[in-house]
Structure formats: structure tokens, C-alpha cells
């Protein structure tokens, strides 16, 4: 596999994970054909929160690539003509899980009431301190995703959308290629984004992935513009503005009961915004969904080789959006130049079975 120019290679999922790999790996000289079921973001990129969101705990195995990701996307935009981030920062106070002093190193500080109110003028109730990360950003998912596959096509990658993957050829050790709904594809390598629907592929691989399907709540509602200047994280919202001016909120998924329904948890998030923001005239609710995340069973990424089969590469994440832009980057290095990256080690499959 190393070193292989015009290597052929099948990704499949054309979400920001898939995309981002098929742009690193044409950049790379290798032939991709992107292979998607639905179409173009059609998975849970298009309910992302979509915030780079670069703050970590000193134990994350995903540290290198969270501390890489601010510059891996502000490389991207300086590439790809379509790539708009909007680099507002973030404020985050008040959660357990938010460290109370910065680490070094990650171009987090803490500011007082005074800076709070100046970044974010419309906060009722700011607090006495805030962890303030100004080079954060956060982006349209879909957009972002569209323009990594625009430059993964510029360089030559060829883009299947209603195709969906159903099987694979080759031997039990070795695939060499996909059986999709619209025939066979031929590959050196077959590198799977997939999204939550990575297990059903690997499982027929005969590879249990150690993979949840994990819901979170996405709502956009039509409101006023600059309620907040950036994105802000407390105990009673998430929120930020999208690139349209209509404000984006995540929440947690409680469970299906009629008072935990998407349009119910945005009516209440709505008079948590109220509460917490000045000007909130008014707020309708556009979209209020639920996405299922990839999330790896120990939380870090799944990437890399899936072993004992060869041919076959996993490439699997939460915090997809955050980390697509890094993961891109070392995915397309370590495949087409055949040498491991040190920051993916933490990431590979073979822990599960450790
Ligand atoms: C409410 C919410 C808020 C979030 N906020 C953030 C955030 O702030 N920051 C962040 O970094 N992340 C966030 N996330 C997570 C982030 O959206 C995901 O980690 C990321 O979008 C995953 O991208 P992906 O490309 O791996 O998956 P997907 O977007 O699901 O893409 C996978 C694609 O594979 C396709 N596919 C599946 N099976 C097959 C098959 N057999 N054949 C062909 N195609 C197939 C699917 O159709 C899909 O398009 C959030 C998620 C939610 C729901």
C-alpha cells in the first residue's frame, strides 16, 4: 500500500469526515471516487452545531488533533474559494465539564464580568468569570462539507451521490472493491466515513466497531440579528448565530417522551435564551431535530487500517466537525505516503481488542 501514486480509492460518506478525506487524498495524487447513499451532507453534518471547538482536558487522546484544528481550517479557507468560517470565538461558564483555569498552550483565558460584557453585550446575567477561546470559530456544516468535495473534485475525484454501499468484493482477508446499488467499484483501498453507518459495513467485514449512535438535539430559530456576538456555552444554552443571522442551538437528548420531543425542548430552549439574552423580541422555531453522532465507545476517534483485513480503512468521530479538517490532512498523508502519523496512534481500531 505505500506510496502508491494514482492509488484508487473508494471513500465512503460524503458527510464533512468523508469529504474532508476525499479533498486530502486527490490533493495527495490519489484517484477517489466518493460514494454517498443520500446526497452531499445528507447525514448528521446537516444538523451540526458545527463549532470547532478546540478546548480538551489534558487526558484527551484526541488533544493533538483538537490543538491542530484551528489551523488545519484556517489552511482550508485559505485553499478552497467556498470555505467561509466564522472565527467569532467562544465564552464558556458555568459547566462542570469546562476547566475553571485555562491550560497552556490552547489560546484559552479567562475573562472577568467587565470583558464578558463587552464581548457579549446582551448577556442578562454574566458572570463573575468566563473561559474566552478567540480563535474558535464555527461554520455552515453543509457549505463546508460542499466545498471540501468541489476541491476534492478539482483535483480529479469523481462524486456518487444515491449510491448506496451494500457489500464489498474480494477475499475474507482482502476487499478490493464496493458492491454499491448501482454496481461494483474497483479499489486499492476502501477508506470508510460512514457516519453512524460505519458498523453495518464493517459488520459485514465481520468487524464489530466499538461505535454508538448517539442523539443530541439541533434547532435553529428565526430571530433578531447580533443577539450574541459568538458562541456561548453555560449551564442554560448553546448558541450562535449562522451565517444567515438565524440562531443555532444544540441540546442534550433526554428520551422519547412527548415533553422531550425536538419542538417542545426548542420552546423551552427558547425561554432559557429569553432569560439569559436582552432583545430577544422574538424567536421561532425553523428546525428542531435529532442527530445521531458517531461516537467511538471510549470517546477518542476510530482511524486507521481495519486490522486483519486489508484494504479496508475506518475513519470515524465525535467531534466530527472539529477535528475533519486535521483527520483530513494526516488520512491522506499516511495513506498515499504509506507512513503512520504519530497523532493518529491514539486512534487506531486495535485498542478494543487490546
Ligand atoms: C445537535 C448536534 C450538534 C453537534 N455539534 C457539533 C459541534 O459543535 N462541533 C463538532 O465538531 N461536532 C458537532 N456535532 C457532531 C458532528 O456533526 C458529527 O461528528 C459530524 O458531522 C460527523 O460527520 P461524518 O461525516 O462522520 O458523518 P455524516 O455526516 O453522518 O456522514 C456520513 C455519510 O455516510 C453516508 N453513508 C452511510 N452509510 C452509507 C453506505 N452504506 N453507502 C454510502 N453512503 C453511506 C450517509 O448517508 C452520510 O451522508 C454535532 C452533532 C449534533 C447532532
Redesign the pocket.
Known amino acids: 500500500m505505500n506510496n502508491i501514486p494514482g492509488m484508487n480509492v473508494v471513500v ?8 474532508s478525506v476525499a479533498y486530502h487524498l486527490s490533493c495527495q495524487g490519489a484517484q477517489v471516487t466518493i ?19 478546540t478546548t480538551y482536558s489534558d487526558a484527551d487522546p484526541a488533544a493533538a488533533l483538537r490543538a491542530a484544528a484551528v489551523s488545519d481550517y484556517r489552511r482550508l479557507e485559505a485553499q478552497l474559494p467556498d470555505l467561509h468560517i466564522q472565527w467569532t470565538g467562544s465564552l464558556t461558564y458555568g459547566l462542570p465539564e469546562v476547566p475553571a483555569a485555562p491550560a497552556t498552550g490552547r489560546g484559552i483565558s479567562t475573562v472577568s464580568r467587565a470583558q464578558i460584557l463587552t464581548l457579549e453585550p446582551n448577556l442578562k446575567h454574566p458572570p463573575a468569570q468566563a473561559n474566552h477561546s478567540p480563535e474558535e470559530g ?1 461554520l455552515n ?1 453543509v457549505a463546508a ?1 460542499w466545498a471540501l468535495i468541489k476541491g476534492a473534485q478539482a483535483q480529479g475525484a469523481r462524486l456518487l451521490e444515491q ?4 457489500g464489498f468484493t474480494g477475499t475474507a482477508d482482502k476487499v478490493s472493491g464496493v458492491k ?1 446499488t448501482h454496481g461494483v467499484i474497483d479499489a486499492d483501498l476502501v477508506v470508510l ?6 458498523t ?2 464493517t459488520d459485514m467485514l465481520g468487524y464489530p466497531l466499538a461505535l454508538d449512535a448517539s ?4 434547532i435553529r430559530y428565526h430571530s433578531p440579528p447580533h443577539l450574541v456576538r459568538g458562541i456561548i456555552y453555560n449551564a442554560a444554552m448553546e448558541v450562535r448565530h449562522a451565517d444567515d443571522s438565524s440562531l443555532l442551538a ?2 442534550d437528548y433526554l428520551d422519547d417522551a412527548a415533553d422531550h420531543q425536538p419542538n417542545v425542548i426548542a420552546l423551552r430552549t427558547a425561554e432559557a435564551i429569553r432569560a439569559e439574552l436582552h432583545g430577544v423580541v422574538s424567536l421561532d422555531v425553523e428546525q428542531a431535530c ?5 461516537i467511538p465507545k471510549d470517546g477518542a476517534p476510530l482511524v486507521g487500517f481495519l486490522p486483519g483485513i486489508s484494504g479496508v480503512y475506518v ?10 479538517a486535521t483527520v483530513g490532512r494526516l488520512v491522506g498523508m499516511e495513506i498515499t505516503r504509506g507512513t503512520p502519523s504519530p497523532d493518529l496512534e491514539p486512534c487506531r481500531l486495535g485498542r478494543f481488542r487490546r
Open positions: 465512503v460518506g460524503a458527510g464533512i469526515v468523508g469529504a460514494v454517498e447513499a443520500g446526497h452531499v451532507a445528507s447525514g448528521v453534518t446537516s444538523t451540526s452545531f458545527a463549532w470547532i471547538n464555527a456544516a462539507t449510491t448506496q454501499v451494500e454499491t466515513a460512514a457516519g453512524t453507518g460505519t453495518l459495513l442523539p443530541a438535539i439541533y444544540a441540546e435529532v442527530g445521531f453522532r458517531p475513519c470515524v468521530m465525535h467531534p466530527g466537525v472539529t477535528l475533519a
